[in-house]
């Protein structure tokens, strides 16, 4: 299984609305990420989780707050977005590794989130 | 710092024709690794290969294949007699090795290619 599934696969939620988008694998990765892409653009760091543990925070505002329950799954909650957060976010995956080997980051398809 | 330029914003390319796409990267560190990825319009990014910085040997694979030149900091990606479902935006990234190799991809701005049947 080298699938990172993410659910929903599309989402519309109003500006007072409260949501989760979630993210799931099962190759024993123990780093997992989430990212942020607008339309026609690169995809953007949000958040790194390692071991569970959150690693890094590229300033995300506070109405996005990542967990991590267990290795295998991630939740970014969402809460008083603005319609600028409207954006595919995406889910990815790796081997958590020392010593200086970067693996490759698996993706999932992305839930494009669209904040009226 | 990091910083990846991917020059061609959108290419178009009837379909058999070979299409290269252009990677610059800058980086500081003499350890780093670079990628290329593929995202369909279905969303997905798709790997397609990892290159580190002390392997320059070109890599084929089927109708890919990846030119790397570290003396003029490029890592670029070919492909041969295109196909239309190569339609897709193509993401070069890079990754140094701060923090012992978790430290997350820095991607270009990508190249929106259509093949044309």
């Known amino acids: 299984d080298t699938e990172v599934t993410q659910t929903p696969k599309h989402l519309v939620m109003g500006m007072t609305n409260k949501k989760s988008l979630k993210c799931e694998q099962h190759?024993?990765?123990?780093?997992m990420y989430w990212y942020k892409q607008k339309a026609k653009k690169p995809p953007e760091l949000m958040f790194v989780y390692s071991y569970e543990k959150l690693s890094i925070n590229e300033s995300v505002p506070s109405r996005f707050s990542p967990e991590c329950p267990n290795s295998s799954l991630l939740n970014l909650h969402l809460h008083a977005l603005q319609p600028e957060d409207s954006a595919l976010y995406l889910c990815?995956?790796?081997?958590?590794?020392?010593?200086?080997?970067?693996?490759?980051?698996?993706f999932g398809s992305g839930t494009q989130l669209s904040v009226l | 710092a990091q910083k990846v330029t991917q020059a061609q914003t959108e290419i178009s390319v009837v379909e058999k024709e070979d299409v290269t796409l252009d990677c610059v990267y800058e980086t500081r560190d003499t350890t780093y690794y670079l990628f290329w990825y593929k995202q369909p319009p279905s969303g997905e990014l798709v790997f397609l290969i990892r290159?580190?910085?002390?392997?320059?040997q070109n890599e084929i694979s089927g109708r890919y294949s990846w030119n790397f030149q570290k003396s003029t900091s490029s890592f670029n990606f070919t492909i041969t007699a295109s196909q239309v479902v190569d339609s897709a935006v193509y993401f070069c990234a890079l990754s140094d090795d701060r923090n012992s190799g978790n430290t997350p991809l820095v991607f270009g701005k990508g190249t929106r290619l259509s093949v044309i049947a």
């Open positions: 190759m024993g990765h123990r780093a």
């Open positions: 990815a995956s790796s081997q958590k590794r020392t010593g200086g080997r970067i693996e490759k980051l698996f």
């Open positions: 290159r580190n910085s002390f392997d320059e």
